[in-house]
């Protein structure tokens, strides 16, 4: 019988390159269903059952752990991720494998050769995984390191160090960096949780700004603090309920 596969991966882009590339090295694997987010993927698991569940450790709606213990004895769990901590975490508690963003064709074809060897046993035991993952975000460890943002049909891959502030912009979230702006699919609110808090300060609820990109403060005419950035031209307003931040400046 054919191998199924469930997708489970919140950026679109990103999702369709993995569909085209297993498409490519495994054309043998059906893949079942595909999840945008952490509730969807659960139901989809319910439903469909697949053999191999392709994760995102970060999900809306329920995080990829909690989507984890829902799979956890059902199906083999490969985990995608830009998380240097939590992939190598995945794979010594004994996931089948992990795959780093931005997706390489030649680690897909490693983690493939792995699960065709793995796929008709039980699958791992993802108890040790999960909470070694919940102690390292307790601990404050595996924040986000990589954006991987949409520049027109491709994804490019930026360091967060590199960012100089995200501004929400409709549906999606605009990236901004010393010289160019990209968007992706992710709100403030979920950034805010993922990313280092000493490294990103909310100064509005549609902004988030890195604090080493920061020139100074100024008011303007009607008294609201306004952040100079280093490398860009614009100011970025701050709201009174985060003004608090800047009295030591």
Same mark, same amino acid.
């Given at each position: 019988?054919?191998?199924?596969?469930?997708?489970?991966?919140?950026?679109?882009?990103?999702?369709?390159?993995?569909?085209?590339?297993?498409? %490519?090295? #495994?054309?043998?694997?059906?893949?079942?269903?595909?999840?945008?987010?952490? $509730?969807?993927?659960?139901?989809?698991?319910?439903?469909?059952?697949?053999?191999?569940?392709?994760?995102?450790?970060?999900?809306?709606?329920?995080?990829?752990?909690?989507?984890?213990?829902?799979?956890?004895?059902?199906?083999?769990?490969?985990?995608?991720?830009?998380?240097?901590?939590?992939?190598?975490?995945?794979?010594?508690?004994?996931?089948?494998?992990? $795959?780093?963003?931005?997706? %390489?064709?030649?680690?897909?074809?490693?983690?493939?050769?792995?699960?065709?060897?793995?796929?008709?046993?039980?699958?791992?035991?993802? %108890?040790?995984?999960?909470?070694?993952?919940?102690?390292?975000?307790?601990?404050?460890?595996?924040?986000?390191? #990589?954006?991987?943002?949409?520049?027109?049909?491709?994804?490019?891959?930026?360091?967060?160090?590199?960012?100089?502030?995200?501004?929400?912009?409709?549906?999606?979230?605009?990236?901004?960096?010393?010289?160019?702006?990209?968007?992706?699919?992710?709100?403030?609110?979920?950034?805010?949780?993922?990313?280092?808090?000493?490294?990103? #300060?909310?100064?509005?609820?549609?902004?988030?700004?890195?604090?080493?990109?920061?020139?100074?403060?100024?008011?303007?005419?009607?008294?609201?603090?306004?952040?100079?950035?280093?490398?860009?031209?614009?100011?970025?307003?701050?709201?009174?309920?985060?003004?608090?931040?800047?009295?030591?400046?």
């Amino acid at each position: 019988m054919a191998v199924t596969a469930l997708i489970a991966e919140d950026e679109p882009l990103l999702r369709e390159e993995l569909v085209e590339q297993l498409a %490519s090295l #495994w054309p043998e694997l059906v893949i079942v269903g595909q999840a945008g987010d952490g $509730v969807e993927a659960v139901r989809q698991l319910a439903a469909h059952r697949p053999d191999v569940l392709f994760l995102d450790i970060r999900m809306p709606g329920m995080t990829g752990l909690e989507v984890a213990r829902q799979a956890a004895g059902q199906c083999h769990v490969v985990f995608v991720t830009a998380f240097d901590e939590h992939a190598i975490a995945a794979f010594e508690q004994g996931a089948v494998d992990y $795959v780093m963003k931005p997706i %390489s064709a030649a680690r897909l074809a490693t983690t493939i050769a792995r699960l065709k060897e793995r796929v008709s046993l039980p699958p791992a035991d993802l %108890s040790g995984l999960i909470a070694a993952l919940r102690r390292q975000q307790a601990d404050g460890k595996g924040y986000l390191r #990589w954006i991987n943002a949409s520049v027109g049909t491709a994804i490019k891959l930026i360091t967060v160090d590199e960012i100089c502030y995200f501004r929400a912009d409709t549906k999606y979230t605009r990236v901004v960096t010393p010289s160019a702006e990209s968007l992706i699919r992710r709100t403030i609110r979920d950034l805010a949780s993922e990313l280092d808090p000493d490294l990103f #300060w909310q100064i509005h609820r549609s902004t988030l700004v890195n604090v080493h990109a920061i020139a100074g403060v100024t008011r303007d005419l009607r008294g609201y603090l306004q952040v100079r950035l280093k490398q860009r031209q614009e100011s970025l307003p701050v709201s009174e309920s985060y003004a608090h931040l800047f009295r030591q400046m």
